[in-house]
């Protein structure tokens, strides 16, 4: 199976600020690469797609890049309802994986 | 707007058989792959299988740490999509995700997801 890690595991920040978490796969993945935000008892909700498609209705100040092994997801300016956590999924090969997920709390 | 239902009972013994449903109202069930995904409670995201029936092929991939305990099936004619897991443990004890997948050609993605499942498994 193809193993992601993600980095940090969690980390502390405030409105306003710029966060980045990096994913990276234990082989190339090319670009076949989604991020997902999951919040308290709900569901996960994609927001990127082939590491850098913004899906419909997702803030612009997400962003997602990177290609073969590692990726990042941005956050600009974060705002209060991005606390949460974020995990990365490979669909390059089946099983799909996921990461571990990062938190993102309030500093 | 498509939406996922699922159903099904949240306390199973050990060494028997889970069994989950996912109705889907909004969209035809038999246009794209359905996938289930489980998380025990504070832990990631675990990918269980995925499912695409056509009229002349089935096409089903299963995470393999599930030694095959795990079986998948759609009913069509409902509208519904179903997981099986036999042989249940405490470790899989989780909440159990439906969800459909979008793209294609490996740009795949899951989008929308049920509501989740919590699946206990003690006696």
């Known amino acids: 199976d193809i193993q992601m890690t993600q980095f940090p595991s969690s980390l502390s920040a405030s409105v306003g600020d710029r966060v980045t978490i990096t994913c990276r796969a234990s082989?190339?993945?090319?670009?076949?690469l989604n991020w997902y935000q999951q919040k308290p008892g709900r569901a996960p909700r994609v927001l990127i797609s082939?590491?850098?498609t913004l899906q419909g209705g997702v803030p612009s100040r997400f962003s997602g890049s990177g290609s073969e092994t590692d990726f990042t997801l941005t956050i600009n300016s974060l705002q209060p309802e991005d606390f949460a956590v974020y995990y990365c999924?490979?669909?390059?090969?089946?099983?799909?994986?996921f990461g571990q997920g990062t938190t993102v709390e309030i500093k | 707007q498509v939406q996922l239902q699922q159903s099904g009972p949240g306390l199973v013994k050990p060494s028997e058989t889970l069994s989950l449903t996912c109705t889907v109202s909004?969209?035809?069930?038999?246009?794209?792959?359905w996938g289930w995904i489980r998380q025990p409670a504070g832990k990631g995201l675990e990918f269980i299988g995925r499912m695409y029936v056509h009229p002349s092929y089935v096409d089903s991939h299963y995470n393999p740490s599930l030694k095959s305990r795990a079986t998948m099936s759609l009913d069509t004619s409902r509208n519904q999509f179903f997981l099986k897991l036999t042989s249940v443990t405490a470790a899989d004890t989780a909440v159990y995700y439906c969800a459909r997948e979008l793209g294609g050609a490996g740009f795949n993605w899951f989008d929308p997801w049920g509501q989740g499942t919590l699946v206990t498994v003690s006696s």
């Open positions: 082989q190339s993945i090319m670009t076949y």
């Open positions: 909004g969209d035809s069930i038999g246009d794209y792959y």
């Open positions: 999924q490979q669909t390059y090969r089946a099983p799909w994986t």
């Open positions: 082939a590491a850098s």
